[in-house]
């Protein structure tokens, strides 16, 4: 096989690992309702109005949003300095605190849904 054949199969096959790649990660920032009932019920989100990461973290949440319990801690801060609040977005999720915005599929794994 000539070299600049072996270059173009390499390319090729790159490209559709790529594609293939992405199609996965597509897929699994994909959820149903009942994913996100089950999530929903052991879970709450902290958030604040200024919070760029936590708007991140509620566009994530899609379609279902409303069904999860967020609260804002620059509207409700005495909820928030109960939990612990030290920083947002924080879920808790059955009594566990995490820091950050979480994929819908790390969410799945959290909340064992």
């Known amino acids: 096989m000539k070299k600049e054949n072996l270059i173009?199969?390499?390319?090729i096959i790159a490209v559709i690992g790529i594609i293939l790649g992405?199609?996965?990660?597509?897929?699994?920032?994909?959820?149903?309702?009942?994913e996100a009932q089950c999530i929903s019920k052991k879970s709450e989100l902290y958030v604040q109005t200024t919070c760029g990461h936590c708007s991140q973290q509620e566009d994530l949440l899609?379609?279902?949003?409303e069904l999860f319990n967020i609260i804002n801690c620059a509207i409700e801060p005495k909820k928030c300095i109960e939990q612990g609040i030290t920083g947002t977005p924080t879920w808790i999720i059955d009594g566990e605190k995490y820091n950050g915005v979480q994929s819908l599929?790390?969410?799945?794994?959290?909340?064992?849904?």
Do not use: P
């Open 105 to 113: 599929k790390k969410l799945k794994e959290l909340a064992d849904c």
């Open 22 to 34: 992405i199609t996965e990660l597509k897929k699994s920032d994909k959820w149903t309702e009942e």
């Open 8 to 11: 173009l199969l390499i390319v």
């Open 62 to 65: 899609g379609d279902y949003k």
